[in-house]
Antibody, heavy 119, light 106 residues
């Protein structure tokens, strides 16, 4: 079964840091491109970041550029999101999602991990 | 930056047809993808490349894209189709989501 399982969410104060992880199984993670997408409470989906299978191409949304860092460990079949200088507006459910091999969409999603930034 | 717009809500009677729109400048030149998200669940892909259904998605779901509007059409709507629907495009090395449309079947 193709699965993505996020972890690492929690409560953090503004200005703090958190590292999210996403464990992949059931498919060849080494050749897969992946994304982070978030959803603030009661709001829509917001794309956060993308990383190529090799890690050599990385893109970020403007809202997180300079504060978040995406990375991956293909040997561990894992995706990461290092989140620094967190703001209240970063409060959201964070999903990892697999990029399709044929076009620019996400064909598999994890169930998400919740990040709460509050004073 | 490229923007896509969706109406906040659409209502449909059971058994009727719902059209969920996604607007953007010349969006017809892009591939549009659609996700369904039920309350408390992760998004699920229901349409990709404008008109293609992933395996497991009923034939009642169809899509089109032309000019400045892409459309997700749900025929013979059922109570189980109630959800938020998001359109998505790829533009300038970023993923762009529409704001989402809440479909109510009543």
């Amino acid at each position: 079964e193709v699965r993505l399982v996020e972890s690492g969410g929690g409560f953090v104060h503004p200005g703090g840091s958190l590292r999210l992880s996403c464990a992949a199984s059931g498919f060849n993670f080494t050749t897969s491109e992946v994304h982070w997408v978030r959803q603030a409470p009661g709001k829509g989906l917001e794309w956060v970041s993308y990383i190529h299978s090799t890690g050599h191409s990385i893109y970020y949304a403007e809202s997180v550029k300079g504060r978040f860092t995406i990375s991956r460990d293909n040997a561990k079949k894992s995706l990461y999101l290092q989140m620094d200088s967190l703001r209240v507006e970063d409060t959201a459910v964070y999903y990892c999602a697999r990029h399709s091999t044929t076009s620019f969409y996400m064909d598999v999603w994890g169930s998400g991990t919740t990040v709460t930034v509050s004073s | 930056s490229y923007e896509v717009t969706q109406s906040l809500s659409v209502s449909v009677a059971p058994g009727q047809t719902a059209n969920i729109l996604c607007g953007g400048t010349n969006i017809g030149s892009k591939n549009v993808h659609w996700y369904q998200q039920r309350p408390g669940q992760a998004p699920v892909l229901v349409m990709y490349d404008n008109t293609k259904r992933p395996s497991g998605i009923p034939e009642r779901f169809s899509g089109s894209n032309s000019g400045d509007t892409a459309t997700l059409t749900i025929s013979r709507a059922q109570a189980g189709d109630e959800a938020d629907y998001y359109c998505q495009v790829w533009a300038s090395y970023t993923v762009v989501f529409g704001g989402g449309t809440k479909l109510t079947v009543l």
